[in-house]
């Protein structure tokens, strides 16, 4: 059964940075996108960053492009979220999701289903 695990949330100050890890069980990284999304109180879930299960495509939100990079691990089965430059409103939880579809993890589809229970990062001085 496929899970996803988010970890590496915290809380950090403006300018700062931190590394999300999302640990895959269940299947390897070969069959699925995964993907980072991200949710602050009050507002709606936005997509963050995601990955091709080859590895080989990425996509950025704007409002992320030259601050965060997403990597993966295939060896430990992890992809990674590193955050750059840390804005306050990068404030959210964090959440990783997965897809054998890139294009359902891009865009954030209805049909994405597999999600992991979300770690917090704050960005506060």
């Known amino acids: 059964q496929l899970q996803l695990v988010e970890s590496g949330g915290g809380l950090v100050q403006p300018g700062g940075s931190l590394k999300l890890s999302c640990t895959v069980t269940?299947?390897?990284?070969?069959?699925?996108?995964i993907g980072w999304f991200r949710q602050a109180p009050g507002k709606e879930r936005e997509g963050v960053s995601c990955i091709s299960s080859s590895g080989s495509k990425t996509h950025y939100a704007n409002s992320v492009k030259g601050r965060f990079t997403i990597s993966r691990d295939e060896a430990k089965n992890i992809v990674y979220l590193q955050m750059n430059n840390l804005q306050f409103e990068d404030t959210a939880v964090y959440y990783c999701?997965?897809?054998?579809?890139?294009?359902?993890?891009?865009?954030?589809?209805?049909?994405?289903?597999?999600w992991g229970q979300g770690t917090l990062v704050t960005v506060s001085s």
């Open positions: 999701a997965a897809d054998p579809d890139f294009e359902t993890v891009r865009t954030g589809s209805q049909y994405l289903t597999v």
């Open positions: 269940g299947f390897t990284l070969d069959y699925f996108a």
